[in-house]
């Protein structure tokens, strides 16, 4: 490997790391806010314990989203000097505005952490609203500077330098609502289907006690009512996402879609794999026509094929690959919370040991799906780390010695990943829910 590709898998594995725990550091915050309210309003005792564990579980996950955001912005400066000369100028504003977000989220956690039993419930509730808003905020800001990056505004390069800054242009760039949108419901969706796979787990374990079985549920139906809504909510802004695609990076849409010509009335390629000597995809599933209309709502939209762009500008081909599985994932987690909130609600049933079994399962591909999607929109970006502006190898560092720092860096999230793993299995068995709830 060179060093421009050594760079970027010691970058890209330290945001795939970061990434899990940002993504629940977001999503568990909202699942604390909801719980507390139906605490609040149900005076049910058990949705306080919840909201309790649950702030547990969150203050673990910030203890290594915290150091591992540090590694990452470290990283950012140390492998590639000429991307941040140019963010420093353009695009730091974000990043400053973000360190004020994360006093209000660490200033309200510490309250409702440490004096949640002194307060009033109002009082509880402002302040882990605070917590949530803290959260997101951050994460809206942090998501600016990676839209900023796919659709740059507001200065210019005039022979090697910046001019021409306008910060509040760059930080209201075109993607910036319609990403961080998709970035956060996909993050809430997540936080919602971790709490459903770990009560679908623990209703298969514990079936005789019933107490205990009373507060999974009451966890697992929360977790697929909000589970349901952010995974419609995330299809739905995922679709206004590719539109932004067509409009402003059509080759990335083109190699998602594996299109090589210029057409209308394009079709939507589902699976397969794209084949550059045949200039199609194959063993895919084709829908004639849907392509054009999920671009611009019109069956005769012209959609851009990869042909119409030079052969050293095109995204990697697999990334189509990388958009089925995240918008297959989006698909499947929609039928499942449907499903379970089927059974529940219009069958008034208990949901069936199969469900529970698969349900299981919507965390992790929750995660996988944010993976994907970062993944996707990352690699699908290049050659350009900005978008039209500047080359991934001309921001990227010159250095001999990325492959051991890459090891060093494996080894490291390897272990904090065991660590965090074993930290929450020990925790959690020593704390049983069983025992507070008698
Ligand atoms: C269900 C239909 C979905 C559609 C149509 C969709 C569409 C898209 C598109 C077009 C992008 C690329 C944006 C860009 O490069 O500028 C993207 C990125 C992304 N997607 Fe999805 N997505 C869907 C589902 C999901 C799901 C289920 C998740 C997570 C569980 C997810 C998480 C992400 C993330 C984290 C990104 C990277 C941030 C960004 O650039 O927006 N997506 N999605």
């Known amino acids: 490997m060179d060093s421009v590709e050594m760079a970027r898998s010691l970058m890209g594995s330290s945001l795939a790391f970061h990434i899990i725990f940002a993504t629940l550091g977001v999503g ?23 909201a309790k564990r649950l702030t547990k579980g969150f203050g673990i996950i910030l203890g290594v989203a915290i150091p591992s955001g540090t590694i990452v912005g470290v990283l950012l400066a140390l492998l590639w000097p000429g991307f941040m000369e140019i963010v420093g100028q353009v695009i730091a504003l974000p990043f400053q505005v973000e360190i004020w977000a994360f006093f209000l989220e660490a200033v309200f956690m510490s309250i409702y952490v440490f004096a949640a039993d002194r307060l009033s419930p109002t009082m509880r509730i402002v302040s882990v609203i605070s917590v949530a808003i803290g959260a997101t905020a951050s994460a809206v800001l942090i998501t600016d500077a990676h839209a900023w990056m796919n659709t740059p505004q507001g200065f210019r390069i005039e022979e090697g330098q910046v001019v021409d800054v306008d910060p509040w242009a760059a930080v209201f760039n075109p993607s910036l609502w319609t990403t961080s949108l998709h970035v956060v419901s996909s993050a809430f969706m997540t936080g919602a289907f971790a709490i459903v796979s770990i009560a679908a787990f623990q209703l298969l374990k514990n079936r005789g006690d019933e107490k205990t079985k009373a507060y999974h549920q009451k966890g697992l139906m929360l977790g697929l009512m909000v589970g349901a809504i952010m995974s419609l909510f995330t299809a739905i802004n995922g679709h206004e996402t590719a539109q932004m695609l067509h409009e402003y990076q059509p080759e990335k849409l083109a190699a998602a ?15 397969g794999i794209v084949d550059e000597e045949t200039g199609s995809v194959k063993y895919g599933l084709e829908i004639p026509w849907l392509l054009s209309f999920l671009a611009d709502n019109r069956f005769d939209t012209v959609v851009k094929g990869l042909n119409e ?43 069936p040991a199969w469900l529970l079994r698969i349900l299981t399962t919507t965390g992790i591909l929750s995660m996988i799906g944010i993976e994907t999607g970062w993944i996707f929109s990352c690699t699908g970006r290049q050659p350009w780390t900005i978008y039209h502006i500047q080359r991934t190898e001309d921001a990227a560092v010159q250095s001999e010695s990325l492959g051991t720092l890459f090891l060093l860096f ?29």
Do not use: C
């Not at 139906?38 to 314990?49: G, N």
């Not at 762009?309 to 995240?326: A, K, S, T």
């Open 28 to 50: 568990i915050p909202l699942m604390i806010v909801i719980v507390e309210i139906m605490y609040q309003v149900r005076k049910d005792r058990d949705y306080a314990i919840m």
């Open 257 to 271: 879609e594996g299109l090589f010509e210029t057409t209308d009335y394009a079709p939507l390629a589902i699976g």
């Open 309 to 351: 762009f030079p052969r050293d500008e095109w995204p990697p081909l697999y990334i189509h690959l990388l958009f089925n599985l995240m918008v297959g994932i989006g698909t499947i987690l929609i039928v499942l919370s449907f499903a379970g909130l089927f059974y529940r609600y219009i069958r008034k049933r208990q949901i």
């Open 410 to 438: 494996i080894s490291l999230y390897a272990f904090l990943l065991l660590l965090t793993i074993f930290i929450m299995l020990f925790y959690f068995r020593r704390h049983p829910v069983r025992r507070e709830l008698s």
